[in-house]
């Protein structure tokens, strides 16, 4: 009798079949009819953040996946499911990522369901793309806008200042006039500046991409951030890795980075405190951004303050341009930040520290796929 379709023959062994499963660039996580793992390949593994036991085959899903009450529940479902979902989307509360799963049954020749398997993939990093696509628009139709109304406002802004200048230079005398007319072209020029920079961040990104060193960037970055805002008793800790790969990307563009996530965390501080910048190498990851099948090393660096934190009801406003707690902020420190990280391919995310404090968290491949336009 020849083999049904599907079935092992002596040419496919059933090492070949558990090598198959074991490296398939999905996580694979199959159980038998009575709850006990029967196969949970590497990808599975990694995704659910759990450490592979060769004592794990066998045991209750329900204790293995424990920490995992979510994907637990799900494939407890699949016995029940009439319908089982085709394609559906689940976030794993315990590490934040997002997966794709397809759960199937496992059926014998003569039909009945003998187990279940889970199929998923990690999404988390095309739920970022996808994230950033859809910021693009958003800038892309907020800068069109700004730079209409920054262009028909910057006209009678220069003509405020020059008549107030002439204004002025009539009344010698009149202290009271000088004084007001000082404080015209004073606020006429800040808002100039904002004007300026609201133009200057809806412009696309165009890298100059160089070798750049990342100790370098931060150095600069200290200094400039200290120029901006006065770092008082703060301390800062730079703990960069000796040998810290130098990445692709623009040392201006970077620099401005750190530069705006030091202001921050100085401002954060108000005078005491302490700031600390630390990096370390991630292993490679593949980047579906690229198509490229290569997997690319990262970088990834931390900026921690002590400071108050961020209260959680706005922690999801604060990269929006515009958005400020600051009487005098513009908004538009992070939103820069971010696009700066974006147009580096990288990723950034932010979290309040058990201890008290922030956290910032930047990603950067060593050497991206950037498109010279952002
Ligand atoms: N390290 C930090 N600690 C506490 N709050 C922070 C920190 N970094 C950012 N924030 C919060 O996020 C908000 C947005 O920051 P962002 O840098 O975009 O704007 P800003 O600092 O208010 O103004 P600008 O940077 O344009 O001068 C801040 O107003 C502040 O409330
Ligand atoms: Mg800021």
Avoid: C
Avoid at 97 to 125: E, M
Avoid at 303 to 323: K, L, Q, W, Y
Avoid at 324 to 341: D, W
């Amino acid at each position: 009798m020849s083999p049904k379709p599907g079935s092992i023959d002596a040419t496919v062994t059933t090492e070949f079949y558990r090598d198959l499963v074991w490296t398939l660039r999905n996580g694979v996580l199959a159980v038998t009819r009575d709850g006990r793992i029967a196969v949970m390949n590497e990808v599975a593994y990694r995704i659910l953040a759990l450490t592979p036991r060769t004592t794990d085959i066998g045991r209750p899903f329900a204790e293995i996946l424990k920490d995992q009450p979510d994907v637990s529940r799900i494939v407890a479902g699949a016995f029940e499911l009439s319908h089982l979902p085709n394609r559906a989307e689940l976030r794993l509360k315990s590490t934040g990522k997002v997966i794709g799963y397809t759960l199937s049954q496992v059926r014998d020749p003569r039909g009945r369901i003998t187990g279940a398997t889970l199929f998923f993939k990690d999404l988390t990093r095309v739920e970022q793309l996808e994230e950033r696509e859809r910021l693009r628009d958003r800038l892309a139709a907020l800068g069109e806008m700004a730079a209409a109304i920054a262009h028909e406002v910057k006209n009678p802004l220069a003509g405020i200042e020059v008549m107030a200048g002439v204004l002025k230079r009539q009344l010698p005398d009149s202290e009271d006039a000088q004084s007001i007319l000082r404080d015209i072209i004073k606020e006429a020029k800040m808002a100039n500046a904002i004007v300026l920079e609201v133009l200057d961040f809806v412009r696309p990104i165009r890298l100059q991409v160089e070798r750049v060193s990342l100790a370098d960037v931060v150095r600069d970055a200290i200094s400039m951030a200290e120029s901006h805002i006065a770092r008082g008793q703060v301390q800062v800790q730079v703990a960069l890795p000796e040998d810290l790969a130098p990445i692709q990307g623009d040392p201006h563009q970077l620099r401005q980075l750190f530069t705006n996530l030091l202001t921050n965390a100085f401002e954060a501080l108000g005078g005491t405190g302490l700031v600390r910048i630390a990096a370390k190498q991630l292993p490679p990851e593949e980047e579906p951004s690229a198509g490229a099948e290569t997997p690319v090393p990262m970088i990834q660096m931390e900026v921690t303050d002590d400071g108050p934190g961020i209260p959680e009801d706005v922690m999801d406003r604060i990269f929006s341009p515009f958005f400020t707690t600051k009487p005098q902020g513009s908004g538009l420190g992070l939103a820069i930040v971010r696009k700066i990280v974006d147009a580096h391919d990288g990723r950034i995310d932010v979290s309040a520290r058990p201890e008290g404090g922030t956290r910032f968290g930047v990603t950067l491949p060593v050497s991206g796929s950037h498109e010279l336009f952002r």
